[in-house]
C-alpha cells in the first residue's frame, strides 16, 4: 500500500514538471555569411518618362476675377514640355548565375527604360529584362557585356523553413547600398491582399523601401524568399515585411529563364470563405474550406460535374483551410493534369475528378443595374426578412434590362436597419437561391426561411447574383421587429 501510493506521488509529480525544450543557439555573428553572400546582391536602379501634368496644356486656369487672374497670360506663354518628365526608381535584387542573370520585383523595373545594376565592388552594368510576370510580382534581368564569372546565390526550399528561424535580409533601402538587416520568420503564409496568390513570408527583420527584389536568405545561405512588400504607417520599418517564397518563385524563374509562356492552372470556379455565419446556415461545424458561387460554362469544373454550393476541402492531395489558398494550388497545378477534388456537398463528402486547364487573362465586361423601386413598387413587392422582392417576370427582365436568363427574385429595396442590408443585400440584387433551393417566386423565399427557423438556425444561405457575378450570403432569418 505504502509503495503504491510513492509512485502514484511520483507519477503526479511527473505530469506536474514544465516540458523542456533545447532552444537553438542564437547566431553569435552573421559576419563570415554576410560576407559571402553579399558579392551576389546588387542595387538596381531604373529611369522612366513621367508625363508632365503640363504636357497638354495643364498649366492653372484662373477665372475672371480671381486674385490670380493676371497670371493666365504668363501660363499661357511657358512653352509645355513635349517628352514629359524623367524619374528614377531604387530596388535590389540578386545573381542566381555566374553570367549574370538576376531576380527582382517585377514593380521595381516595370516601365523602366534603363537599368543599371551596380554589385558590391560599385562597379556598374546595363541590364536588359528577359521576362516578367506581374501577377508573381517577379522579374528576370540579364547583365550585359559577356562577364561569366559573377558570384551568385542558390535558390533554396522555403517549405522546409519554419516559424521562429533566423533569416537574413540584403538589399538596397532608400537608395543606400548593400546594407544587411536580421530577423526570425514570423508567419508564413500570409495573405496581404496585394494579388491571388499571396502566400507571403512575414519577417521581423527590418524591411524599408529600397529593399524590394532583394534576396531572404536562411542561416545555411540559401534564397528562401524575395523581399516584396513592408506593412508600415509611415513608410518605414515596424518589423512586418514580407516575402514571396523561393518555393513560388523557382518555376516562375525557369520559365522566364528558358523564354516560356507562364502557364498556370485553371478550374473555373469563382469561390468564397466560408465565414462562421455561412458555416452555421448550413450546419458546418467549422468555417473552412472554398465555397464554389459559380461555376464558369465550358470549364474544366462544369466538365467535372461542380455545382454551385459545393465547399472545396482538398485540391490534389492539398487542404484547402481557407478560401485565398485554392487559385494558388489551382495555379501550380501542371495543365492538363487529372487530380481530385475533395468537395463536400450537401453533408456529404464526395470526390471529383477534374482535368486541369490553363488560366487566361479575363476582362471584366459585366453591367452594374441596381434598379432602385419606387414607392409604389416596393408597396407592391413582398418584404421578407426586410428585403422588397419581386418575382422576376419576362416584363421585369425588359423593364431592368436583365439578362435574358436571370431567374430568381428581384431585391427592389430594404429595409431601414434590416440585418439583410448590414450584410450587403442592395437593390439590384437578385436572389438565386436560399437554403440551397432555387427560388422562383416569394412565397419560395418565405418557406425556406419558416424551414430554416424551424431547424433552429440563426441564417439563411442565398446565393445572390450582383453585377454579373454570384455571392453567398449569410443572411439573418431573426423576426423583423414592428
Do not use: C
Amino acid at each position: 500500500m505504502y509503495m503504491s501510493l510513492i509512485r502514484i506521488l511520483v507519477i503526479a509529480v511527473l505530469f506536474t514538471l514544465p516540458i523542456k525544450v533545447q532552444a537553438a543557439a542564437t547566431p553569435e555573428s552573421f559576419a563570415d555569411l554576410v560576407e559571402k553572400l553579399s558579392p551576389a546582391v546588387v542595387n538596381i536602379s531604373t529611369t522612366q518618362t513621367v508625363k508632365s501634368p503640363f504636357a497638354d496644356g495643364g498649366f492653372p486656369v484662373f477665372p475672371p476675377g480671381h486674385p490670380f487672374e493676371q497670371f493666365n497670360e504668363f501660363f499661357e506663354n511657358l512653352p509645355a514640355p513635349k517628352d514629359g518628365v524623367k524619374a528614377t526608381s531604387l530596388g535590389s535584387g540578386f545573381i542566381i548565375s555566374a553570367d549574370g542573370i538576376v531576380v527582382t520585383n517585377n514593380h521595381v523595373i516595370n516601365d523602366a527604360e534603363d537599368i543599371t545594376i551596380t554589385t558590391e565592388d560599385n562597379k556598374q552594368y546595363e541590364a536588359e529584362i528577359i521576362g516578367t510576370d506581374s501577377k508573381t510580382d517577379i522579374a528576370l534581368l540579364k547583365i550585359k557585356g559577356g562577364k561569366k564569372d559573377f558570384a551568385f546565390v542558390p535558390i533554396g526550399d522555403s517549405d522546409k523553413s519554419r516559424v521562429g528561424d533566423w533569416i537574413v535580409a540584403i538589399g538596397n533601402p532608400f537608395g543606400l547600398g548593400g546594407t544587411v538587416t536580421a530577423g526570425i520568420i514570423s508567419a508564413r503564409a500570409r495573405d496581404i491582399n496585394s494579388g491571388p496568390y499571396d502566400d507571403f513570408i512575414q519577417t521581423d527583420a527590418a524591411i524599408n523601401r529600397g529593399n524590394s527584389g532583394g534576396p531572404m536568405f536562411n542561416t545555411n545561405g540559401e534564397v528562401i524568399g524575395i523581399n516584396s512588400a513592408i506593412y508600415s504607417p509611415s513608410g518605414g520599418s515596424v518589423g512586418i515585411g514580407f516575402a514571396i517564397p523561393s518555393n513560388m518563385a523557382k518555376p516562375i524563374i525557369e520559365s522566364l529563364k528558358a523564354g516560356k509562356k507562364i502557364k498556370r492552372g485553371w478550374l473555373g470556379v469563382k469561390i468564397q470563405a466560408v465565414s462562421k455565419e455561412i458555416a452555421e446556415s448550413i450546419g458546418l461545424k467549422e468555417d473552412v474550406g472554398a465555397l464554389v458561387a459559380e461555376v464558369t460554362p465550358g470549364s474544366p469544373a462544369e466538365k467535372a460535374g461542380f455545382k454551385v454550393g459545393d465547399i472545396i476541402l482538398s485540391f490534389n492531395g492539398i487542404d484547402i483551410g481557407g478560401s485565398h489558398k485554392l487559385p494558388r494550388v489551382v495555379a501550380e497545378t501542371d495543365v492538363g493534369k487529372e487530380v481530385k477534388v475533395e468537395v463536400l456537398r450537401g453533408t456529404k463528402k464526395q470526390i471529383v475528378m477534374a482535368k486541369v486547364g490553363e488560366l487566361k487573362d479575363e476582362k471584366d465586361d459585366t453591367a452594374d443595374n441596381k434598379p432602385k423601386g419606387n414607392k409604389k413598387e416596393l408597396e407592391s413587392s413582398e418584404s421578407i426578412l426586410g428585403i422588397h422582392v419581386i418575382e422576376i417576370t419576362p416584363a421585369v427582365r425588359e423593364k431592368y434590362e436583365l439578362d435574358k436568363d436571370a431567374e430568381g427574385l428581384l431585391v427592389m429595396g430594404l429595409k431601414s436597419g434590416s440585418a439583410a442590408g448590414e450584410k450587403g443585400i442592395a437593390a439590384g440584387d437578385i436572389l438565386i437561391e436560399a437554403g440551397q433551393k432555387r427560388l422562383k417566386k416569394p412565397e419560395d423565399f418565405r418557406k425556406v426561411v419558416e424551414e430554416v427557423r424551424a431547424l433552429g438556425r440563426k441564417s439563411v444561405l442565398t446565393l445572390v447574383s450582383r453585377g454579373g457575378e454570384n455571392i453567398f450570403v449569410a443572411i439573418p432569418v431573426a423576426k423583423e421587429k414592428n
